[in-house]
């Protein structure tokens, strides 16, 4: 059974940092594709990032480039999203997400596996 289980989330104040990690067990082969997806109340999911299985392909949203890194340990299905001067507008349950391949897609439909999600909070 796959399991996807975040941590790492909090509230924080405008300008804070935090750092979420995921990992994703009960999966055989290679490592797979993973990324990151949010939403907050009243609006739709949202992109946020992905890394491919070996980490060199990376996609942003252009919300969060330049404040939010992904990043994974290599050979393993787990993942880091660290994230820095946050903002109100960040406040979102953010949700790990593991794909049945090894590349990288901004689609919800392109990930299989979801987790329950980590609550991130940014007051101003």
């Known amino acids: 059974q796959v399991r996807v289980v975040e941590s790492g989330g909090g509230q924080v104040q405008a300008g804070d940092s935090l750092r979420l990690s995921c990992v994703a067990s009960?999966?055989?082969?290679?490592?797979?594709?993973m990324g990151w997806f949010r939403q907050a109340p009243g609006h739709e999911r949202e992109f946020v990032a992905a890394i491919s299985r070996t980490g060199i392909i990376i996609r942003y949203s252009d919300t969060v480039k330049g404040r939010f890194t992904i990043s994974r340990d290599k050979g393993k299905n787990s993942q880091i999203l660290q994230m820095n001067n946050l903002k109100p507008d960040d406040t979102a349950l953010y949700l790990c997400?593991?794909?049945?391949?090894?590349?990288?897609?901004?689609?919800?439909?392109?990930?299989?596996?979801w987790g329950q999600g980590t609550q991130v909070t940014v007051s101003s």
């Open positions: 009960g999966l055989s082969g290679e490592p797979r594709g």
């Open positions: 997400v593991v794909r049945d391949m090894s590349g990288i897609s901004d689609k919800a439909d392109g990930y299989r596996y």
